[in-house]
């Protein structure tokens, strides 16, 4: 579908003229592309705010006790020990605490303050690596891999996002980036909202038989062959149409699609997974990888005041969402491994920001003063105190496995007292966007002309990679 | 190839030495590198050590140390020894920013090595090509007298340099589907293309009657440019706020484009949210502030002109500056705007202006509305050619998919006819900036009715090479297409999101009764074959102001209504409500007089159902004057029986058949406001399907659609569980409205396709509707406009 002699051909005078407004055109040639070591992504995604201290970077446990100091706390959670030495995880991360020598955790993780916490902005910002507002629609990083790499296996949709529903919370400003934006809607997500009911996306309608779906498909073929059309036609317009028709019914009907049927996997399989809609999404992903997708996201799903937007009853919540990640993400890790396809997919486990019990925003700024719901009292009165925490830029934790990355490395380092924040290697959006990049054979010069705008997959195409991250940098 | 960029890149046709496109671009990306990195201390505000590198001439004579730019040799430059110095060393360039990125060194060095090339570097800056502003009357090509639409004399002399002969004008079907869906947005119905005559004019005139589609239909295509109906939150102050009713009314009313504009503009009641732009929470980029936004959406809808790259740093697409950009975002501003080039303050404040000076000024410290209206006088002065220009090349791309300038918002770009282009903007302008009339002009002409052209690719639009030779295959927009199922299957969309100026709608209808000339002994199955005449008068309360009217009806067998002695409504068909616009009837009046002509063209039921609705100044509630008890009726008119003066003492009072049932039960339109009784896809939220058929987000402006289809589209078609349960709900109407299956099939053709379907098609008959129905929707013939 890609035809890569199209892209890389000579600049041609005609679309100097043409690269002011419109369709964005590649207007240059690739000098180098870096050797890839990945062909797929599992975005694993932490939606809306997953805190280090409680999580990955863990810090100073301080057990709850009623009239407590609230700036006391750090940790609401023990720490355990992971399968790499001197390296603790918070409770309830054991079982990935025992893959982390299949990968590297990132704990230096530093994202924009922008001013304001806003959790879609701050999506916006990691999916596209640019800060929202944007003059140009900015395409999701799953849009630009699907456009740079295309389909893996033509029947699969190369570009899949898991478990985000969008008939509630923000509806609007989570579409703005789960779009290929000015790169085309050719190149947007497929979207599974229910794992458990993922087969319904790729098979017949409802109440539609085998059959009937056969039927239905020749008589279409009959008509167009009829309307006389099909054949002499050379409209692109006209091509695209019966092209993708013909891909929809491939997919549909072909052995592909049975990827998406979670019934299939074998009960104790499916159980390993199944901590909830996320896990499953894991199962789900894995069973897309093993089939051919090129980028899929599962993420925890962002509902305002859900999953990891923990502010009350943070400790409980927090716990209950380590349960529903810690055996699913584990288990892919392991299974992809088991099936040989670990060493050429890269698994990328991110939020949008970390949190923090006392500070809003990034490390230096104090939580804004008056009337504010998210602000704990001075003495934690209640167990619903316990565990609440704010929005915090400073630092944040991000796993990497397979697809070239380092084996049991931890990289960064933030402080052991508040703020928590970054002290060593701080890691930029950008940068773990420039790695993944690099890591699928991606050159960082990678742009197109829209609006007469040169745009990149990192902005400018400046971001750098972060070597040490790769096993072979 | 080198002529093309000549032009690109000089203020003339002919440059002195012309660079290749290679070049063009190497140099554009060595002087953005200049731009980002080097200006600020060496360009227009400062200039240390006396070099400036943001202009030719003195870029090439160099500075305090000698030259910096040594062409051909980057080895021997200054400027890249610099640039390669360790950060610590005190030449190291630029001292504060640390070294450049050896990428962006690379290129430099890959341009010097090439000669340094600069375009034209007479004056300021770089010289981008520029359409003039002026406005231009050409005069007829020579030879073309045969063609009587001014735009055909142009095409022909334009044909006629390319050695391309006319071809054959497409067929009345092709024709009227083309001119209906440009139009009205809608499908025709078999019935007007059986009752088509070939009368092309009348028919665009007939369609261009339909007032409401026609909003209808448009709406989106201003949406999408004012960056209307945006939906989205990460705001704050009343965010995005929408003008859709204001931009509805001015669809309605054609409100002539000069004017449309000053009220965008001025921020006239309703419009004011384009210019308010987005203003979101948190941080954001100094050149999305709203007042750059207000300053972008401008050139870009207004003025085909690009400015976004200019709201950060001086532009290298065009020669537009950082100034230019913040100039005009002043003009909205409620206090000094503080100038920033890429993102950081440079200290300097904003005087409010124009880019252009010879259209006029503003007065920088004069209030803000003020300088709002300075702006809107000069966009819309009669000089100012280039607002008509980049509007009528938005009506030629909207009616033929691709402008006589593309991109459409890059007016700058070259047009394949010059002259074409200047004479229908300067007609446009001349003639009160109607859009109606120039699209009308562009419809009847014969250019219009070529045979469709198929493109190989969309580049090949996008190409300045690009030939003429006929409107291009189009696609159905998202808003065509489900209008297109809301009709044939069943309807879509039941609610509306938004109904323009008030609420209600003709559910002010629910109340008006069928009535007909008592004269049948009250058989109501028994009516003589033959034209009736109704009327009803009422007095408008004193001293209110009526604003809008709108007419909804539908007679057994058809109407003619009149309103104030205006003819407002005709509806030929008796199974279908159709309701129309009839403000223009009561603007002024003191009351209104209702006259139907109702005819029954063969013995039997007879009935008519109207209902007028009136909205006054100051007020929600329409008064609403429905058929029903103190009509009168007459079976023979006296002469200006239509008319409000007429004395209608003799006529009698007519028979009230009742509100419903009758043999009408299924009429349709009555209760909603569309025809068909389904609310257009414009006047509802995007939804998914929409969405992926390409009804953009509008978080930004886009004015480009998606055409080509796509693997989701037609998963959405092949699996998605709501348009199937649309087809299998309308499977069964269809059945059971036409039990024979030949004769549903026939239909179904006639309706979505236009045509019968031909002796190898019958068979078709066979399939299960529902599958029939999502066949014939996907069909290139129902999806493509040829």
Known sequence: MNDRRTFLRQLSAASIAAMTVGSPRRSYAIASKPKATADTVILLWMAGGMAHTETFDPKRYVPFEVGMEAGKVLSTFESRPTVIDGVQFSEGLEEIGKVMDRGTVIRSHVVADMGSILHSRHQFHWHTCYEPPQSVAAPHMGAWVAKELGARNPVVPPFIVIGQRFDRGEKEELKAFHTAGFLGSEYGPFLVEEPTAALETVRPPKGMTPERFEARHSLYREMLKKSGVAEKSSDYQQDSLLRSMEQAYGLLRSPEARAFDLALEPKEAYDAYNTGRFGLGCLLARRLTEAGARFIEVTSEYIPFEYWDTHNTGHDRTADMKRQIDRPVAQLVRDLEARGLLDRTLIVLASEFSRDAMLEGAAAKPAPEGADTKKLPEKMSEMKHYGMHRHFTGAGSVLMFGGGIKRGQVYGKTADERPCTTIENPVSIGNIHQTMYHALGISPETHYEIEGRPFYTTPDGKSPIIPALLAKA | ?786
């Open chain 2, 1 to 786: 190839m080198k002529y093309l960029v000549s032009i690109l890149f000089s203020a003339g046709a002919f440059a002195a030495e012309p660079i290749s496109p290679e070049l063009a671009v190497l140099s554009a990306e060595a002087r953005g590198i200049l731009a980002h990195n080097c200006t600020k201390c060496h360009g227009q505000q400062k200039q240390k050590a006396e070099l400036r590198l943001d202009l030719r001439e003195a870029a090439m004579k160099g500075g305090e140390s000698g030259a910096a730019i040594t062409p051909g040799k980057p080895n021997t430059s200054e400027l890249i020894r610099r640039l390669k110095l360790p950060k610590k060393d005190d030449e190291a360039m630029p001292p504060e920013k640390g070294p450049l990125d050896p990428k962006d060194i690379a290129t430099l060095e890959k341009w010097i090595a090439a000669g340094a090339p600069w375009p034209d570097g007479a004056t300021a800056g770089i010289v981008f090509q520029r359409t003039p502003i002026a406005p231009r009357t050409p005069d007829f090509p020579a030879g073309t007298e045969t063609f009587e639409n001014p735009v055909d004399k142009f095409v022909a002399a334009y044909f006629l340099e390319k050695k391309f002969a006319w071809p054959a004008p497409v067929d009345n079907r092709t024709y009227l589907r083309r001119a209906s869906l440009d139009v009205i947005g809608l499908l025709p119905e078999w019935q007007e293309l059986q009752a088509f005559d070939g009368n092309r004019a009348k028919a665009v005139d007939a369609l261009f009657a339909r007032k409401e589609d026609y909003a209808g239909h448009w709406l989106s295509f201003w949406n999408d440019a004012l960056r209307n109906d945006y939906s989205g939150a990460g705001y704050i102050d009343g965010g995005r706020l929408p003008v859709s009713s204001w931009l509805y009314n001015a669809l309605l009313k054609d409100v002539p484009y000069d004017q449309f504009v000053r009220e965008l503009i001025t921020q006239a009641p309703g419009a004011e949210g384009f210019i308010k732009g987005i203003k979101w929470r948190g941080d954001v980029s100094a050149g999305q502030r709203v007042e750059l936004q207000a300053a972008q959406s401008i050139g870009q809808v207004l003025l085909g002109v690009n400015i976004k790259c200019a709201s950060c740093h001086d532009s290298f697409i065009s020669d537009y500056t950082l100034k230019d950009a913040h100039a005009l975002a002043a003009v909205f501003s409620d206090k000094p705007l503080d100038l920033f080039r890429c993102d950081k303050a440079t200290g300097e404040k904003a005087a409010a202006a124009f880019f252009w000076p010879e259209l006029g000024s503003i007065t920088a410290e004069a209030p803000r509305a003020e300088r709002r209206k300075q702006l809107a006088d000069i966009l819309t002065k009669k000089e100012n050619g280039r607002l008509a220009r980049v509007m009528v090349n938005r009506l030629w791309a909207a009616c033929f998919g691709r402008g006589l300038v593309e991109p459409v918002d890059a007016l700058d770009n070259p047009p394949w006819s010059r002259d074409l282009l200047d004479w229908l903007a300067s007609d446009f302008a001349a003639n009160g900036y109607r859009v109606t009339r120039t699209l009308r002009l562009i419809l009847t002409s014969r250019a219009y009715q070529l045979p469709a052209v198929e493109v190989a690719s969309a580049d090949e639009l996008a190409k300045s090479s690009f030939v003429f030779q006929g409107p291009i295959v189009r696609r159905l927009s998202a808003e065509q297409f489900t209008d297109a199922v809301s009709r044939i299957a069943t309807p879509l969309y039941k609610k509306r999101k938004f109904v323009p100026g008030d609420k209600g709608g003709p559910a002010f209808a629910a109340g008006a009764q069928w009535i007909w000339n008592d004269e049948a002994d009250g058989n109501i199955n028994a009516f003589p074959q033959g034209k009736r005449y109704f009327r009803t008068a009422v007095e408008f309360p004193k001293g209110s102001k009526p604003r809008l009217a709108r007419v909804v009806g539908s007679a057994d067998n058809t109407l003619a209504c009149y309103i104030n002695g205006t003819r407002v409504l005709d509806n030929p068909n008796w199974n279908e409500a159709v309701d129309a616009d009839a403000t223009d009837a009561v603007l002024g009046q003191t009351g209104i007089t209702v006259a139907v002509m109702a005819d029954n063209i063969a013995p039997g039921a007879a009935g008519l159902r109207l209902a007028v609705a009136v909205w006054f100044e100051g007020q929600k509630t329409p008064l609403v004057v429905a058929t029903g008890p103190g009509w009168r009726s007459a079976q023979k008119p006296a002469d200006g029986w239509e008319k409000s003066a007429f004395a209608d003492g003799e006529w009698a009072p007519v028979l009230t058949l009742g509100p419903t049932g009758l043999p009408w039960a299924d009429v349709r339109g009555f209760t909603l406001l569309e025809h068909g009784g389904f609310v257009r896809a414009a006047f509802v939220d995007n939804d998914p399907l929409q969405n992926v058929l390409g009804r953009p987000i509008r978080d930004q402006i886009n004015m480009s659609r998606p055409t080509q289809a796509t693997l989701l589209q037609a998963l959405t078609f092949a699996n998605g569980r709501s348009f199937d349960d649309t087809l299998t709900k309308a499977a069964a109407k269809w059945t059971a409205r036409i039990p024979d299956a030949t004769a549903r099939l026939t239909n179904i053709y006639r309706t979505a396709l236009l045509r019968e379907p031909r002796a190898d098609e019958l068979a078709f008959a066979a399939a299960a509707p529902a599958d029939l129905l999502w066949s014939v929707l996907l069909l290139p013939e129902f999806q493509l406009i040829r």
